[in-house]
């Protein structure tokens, strides 16, 4: 994992020596320089023109080819020498080593680790404390300090392998050289760096050298070179790398690279085998998979947020900087439905036949779903503009991911996967962002395990949620403790798969998008009164879906025009489902002229046109029976209460206490922030709203939202009646259900800008 300190030492090194000074090692020494470094920089090179280079560059101060003699005062070696050169320069440093500084440091840049600590171990007789193996991530086809670049280190990794014996202070020296460098730093044992590395780094350049030394050697190389396009010089470019440091590697690091080997050439195979039968279902799986996976490996380059966190990369610190005022006009579209958008993958998925999907959700959570399933076997083409054409696999056509399903930020494909999966012959394990991994996930595990699921969680039922395939469910009556259409979904999508009937009570009416969508998919859910139940062993059968704009979303921008004097908004193709519609029942009894229009119905689920004016709104006691149908749109909600006349009071409403956040708490801190009065209680809050069509609601301030999407949007809403500007903190993950949010509160007339990595 990366250090979490966000301030590091600068590197106080007084004489650093080199050895090898090639590529990397005069990289090393340009970027130090440049840095600012003060210290004295040598090196020790066999090759006398390389050192005269150096110092004639201005890169090292002094050096020489007689590693004993350069070490005199010396608090730092950098052993940059090919990996089987490691050994023999060991032996002559360990028989020198007391002419350097008491307190010497020794640390490399080999690109394999457990061959280089090896040799550690023969050499000193032990691990020296004192000594950090560690591993840039960064080169060139090029080679020599001649093509020494200051700026090879920066944003890029460097990967450092302590053991438990190493001395805290020699690794946080060793973190600051290479922070120096400007590289980010990550640490990881030496076995898994290998592995890693094997099949990110040495295996590439195998094939490299493999493919351009098959070609060459034919006898039509010259036309076959001459017509090569971009493609291949960039794919081949690190086969003129230098032969001799890569020999060193592949023999260093042999049984990590034939491992990667092995797993290429079985998936090489299967290619082989798609082509030689014209199974154009595997093509489209594997092409789109990869096409999309390496899509995400360039938002990781970028520093971008999706799936950053699982790969150790934080997410772009984004801020929303929101003046206060503006206007609300317009008609606009919000994106597709979140709850409707993971499902259409979902079933779409395990149907039988092809299923295209209109207006699927390009955010970060639907993306997530998506790609969990492109790495089940399952072929996905797009998204294209919310087009997205999934070829179905069946009911037992899925298969084992080759590591953990990772699912963002969202609780909802987390919770629904979980039923999905325990259904599986294979074993499968769920994770999240570090949002998720704090929310509570035993209300899906207890249900599924009376089912028979075998299902472990972390530490207070939270995730990850690993879960052993082969077992054989059976359908069960289930009375849920508190409402949750997630928990619902859960056990019906398990309940497909168990033997039986599965029924299912829930004590207030939830969101039935996934009896609807069941459906509409051919596999029979039926409901009476509180309950609603299926039978194990069908059958889904491919057909479209058209994904209506989310409430949720819209709920953002009807509040914008509830609080905003002379506002007049229409939101297009707005799924009204009943069990959804809590935010339109409430607004309505605050006041708020709001009107359906054009009402009419997609794919069995129920759509219109939502227009909004400005008049002043009241407090209200919010009816309980309303809660679960508006439980996320309250954080918005919260600043309609701001801006009516008088108190409005929720009550029933502790399941906003494990959203993304605890929402309770966190509009309570920020609306104190700006001002507002109110009275928090255990399951629901008390705001007293001070509505006057001619001065602002309340002030402003900076909101931290905690990271949480809807937390974030509520307070810019909040922007339209404040009298001073507010700041909102960690909004990166509005991207996971709304990536279109700052441009849409443009275009009603909000004055909203980003800072940060995700300015777009």
């Not at 409901?527 to 409430?551: F, H, M, N, Y």
């Not at 600043?639 to 399941?655: C, V």
């Amino acid at each position: 994992m990366e250090a979490s300190a966000d301030v590091w030492p600068p590197c106080q090194e007084s004489h650093l020596l080199i050895v090898g000074l090639g590529l990397i090692g005069g990289s090393l020494a340009a970027a130090l320089r440049q840095s600012g470094f003060k210290g004295r920089i040598s090196a020790c090179d066999p090759n006398p023109s390389e050192i005269a280079l150096g110092i004639n560059l201005g890169l090292i101060d002094s050096g020489g080819s007689q590693l004993t003699e350069l070490l005199d005062g010396v608090s730092m070696v950098v052993l940059a020498v090919p990996v089987l050169a490691m050994e023999s320069v060991m032996s002559t440093l360990s028989a020198a080593l007391h002419r350097a500084s008491e307190h010497v440091v020794i640390t490399d840049v080999g690109s394999t680790k457990a061959t280089i600590r090896d040799c550690a171990v023969r050499t000193f007789g032990e691990m020296p404390p004192a000594m950090v193996l560690g591993h840039p991530i960064a080169g060139s086809e090029k080679s020599g300090v001649a093509a020494a670049n200051a700026a090879l280190y920066i944003n890029h990794k460097v990967i450092l392998t302590p053991e438990p014996t190493t001395d805290s202070d020699a690794l946080t020296r060793v973190e600051a050289l290479w922070r120096a460098a400007g590289a980010d730093v990550l640490q990881m044992s030496v076995e898994r760096h290998d592995q890693v590395l094997a099949r990110t780094s040495h295996l590439p350049h195998l094939l490299a050298f493999s493919l351009v030394d098959t070609l060459a050697r034919q006898d039509e190389r010259l036309e076959i070179f001459r017509y090569a396009a971009g493609g291949f010089r960039d794919f081949t470019r690190i086969a003129g790398s230098d032969p001799v440091m890569w020999r060193d590697i592949f023999i260093a690091n042999r049984d990590a690279v034939l491992s990667s080997l092995d797993d290429f050439e079985a998936g090489l195979a299967r290619l082989r085998q798609a082509v030689e039968s014209g199974d154009s279902d595997t093509l489209i799986a594997t092409f789109d998979r990869a096409s999309h996976a390496r899509h995400y490996f360039d938002t990781l380059l970028n520093k971008t947020s999706y799936q950053a966190e699982y790969h150790m990369q934080p997410h772009g610190k984004v801020t929303y900087r929101v003046q206060p005022g503006g206007q609300a006009q317009g008609r606009l579209r919000v994106p597709g439905d979140k709850s409707m958008s993971h499902r259409s993958i979902m079933l779409g998925a395990l149907a039988e036949g092809v299923t295209e999907v209109k207006g699927f959700l390009e955010g970060e959570d639907s993306l997530a779903t998506l790609q969990s399933f492109r790495e089940m076997g399952v072929a996905i083409e797009g998204p294209h503009q919310g087009r997205v054409t999934i070829h179905g696999v069946g009911m037992h056509g899925l298969k084992a991911p080759a590591g953990p399903l990772y699912v963002g930020n969202s609780g909802t494909a987390m919770r629904l996967f979980a039923g999905l999966l325990a259904g599986q012959a294979f074993d499968s394990e769920l994770t999240g962002d570090e949002s998720l991994t704090k929310r509570p996930m035993g209300r899906v595990a207890d249900p599924l395990r009376l089912m028979g699921a075998t299902i472990d969680t972390a530490e207070g039922g939270r995730p990850p949620l690993r879960i052993k395939g082969g077992a054989a469910l059976k359908g069960i009556n289930y009375d849920m403790p508190m409402a949750s259409a997630q928990v619902k979904s859960c056990l019906l999508l398990a309940g497909m798969y168990a033997e039986g009937e599965t029924r299912v009570r829930e004590p207030a009416p939830t969101r039935d998008h996934t009896e609807r969508m069941l459906n509409g998919f051919g596999y029979s859910v039926s409901r009476e009164g509180d309950t609603c139940w299926l039978q194990g062993g069908g059958k889904l059968t491919a057909g479209p879906i058209d994904v209506p704009s989310d409430i949720s979303s819209a709920t953002f921008f009807l509040v914008a025009a509830a609080i905003t004097p002379g506002a007049d908004i229409t939101l297009e193709h707005v799924g009204i489902n009943p069990t959804r519609i809590g935010v339109i029942n409430i607004l309505s009894l605050m006041g708020a002229d709001l009107t359906l229009e054009n009402e009419h119905e997609v794919g069995g689920e129920p759509v219109a046109d939502i227009r909004i004016r400005y008049t002043p709104l009241k407090g209200i006691d919010i009816p309980v029976d309303q809660v679960p149908l508006a439980i996320d749109e309250f954080p918005a909600l919260f600043i309609a209460a701001a801006n009516a006349q008088g108190k409005t009071r929720l009550r029933g409403a502790e399941e906003l206490r494990v959203k993304e956040s605890d929402r309770i708490q966190a509009m309570a801190d920020g609306l104190a922030i700006l001002g507002v009065e109110h009275t928090v209680v255990e399951d629901g809050i008390d705001i007293v709203g001070n509505a006057d069509d001619n001065v602002a609601s309340y002030g402003g301030g900076r909101i931290d939202s905690l990271g949480d999407h809807r937390i974030a949007m509520a307070f810019a809403i909040a922007s339209l009646r404040a009298n001073e500007e507010i700041i909102i903190d960690d909004c990166a993950n509005v991207a996971t259900s709304f990536p279109d949010f700052v441009a849409l509160a443009q275009h009603i007339g909000m004055r909203v800008s980003v800072e940060g990595a995700n300015d777009a």
